[in-house]
């Protein structure tokens, strides 16, 4: 797979999601984060109403620790598909890391509303519980 991206790479222009696609290759299988941002802010400059492309850069940062634009991202992938239960889960995560547990907690909560199957979400915001304040009703 390395050598087919490593031709293509070589090339001035890049046909779209083909930039999508490094990215992905880059954070997930080499963990060279900035080489995955150059490649997703690249997708971004091609199309940035796709709403994958912002979650692709926001996890990309949120990779990179910059959790603040990981939540603007995914912010802006949720006012464009707000049924996106994924775009939620990633927020949710962000929150959580930037210690932001109530609005991590809703966005576990919206995403399990929107994907009851989707366990990833019941696990972070049961860990997340005991940060949360309870409220009396």
Known sequence: AFNFFKGAEARDSLT???????????????QLYEKALEYGLRELRIDSVDYENLNLVGQIYLNMD?????????????????????????????????????????????????????????????RIEGNVPKYPQ
């Not at 779209?16 to 080499?30: C, G, S």
């Not at 049924?83 to 959580?96: I, K, L, P």
């Not at 210690?99 to 972070?124: G, R, V």
């Open 16 to 30: 779209p999601k083909l930039n999508y696609n490094f990215a992905i290759y880059f954070m997930n299988h080499e």
């Open 66 to 126: 910059s959790t603040l634009k990981a939540i603007k991202l995914f912010s802006r992938s949720i006012d464009l598909k707000d049924d996106n239960y994924f775009s939620y889960f990633q927020r949710g995560c962000a929150f959580a890391e930037n210690k932001q547990y109530e609005l991590a907690d809703k966005d576990f909560t919206k995403c399990i509303e929107l994907k009851p199957s989707f366990q990833d979400a019941y696990n972070c915001k049961k």
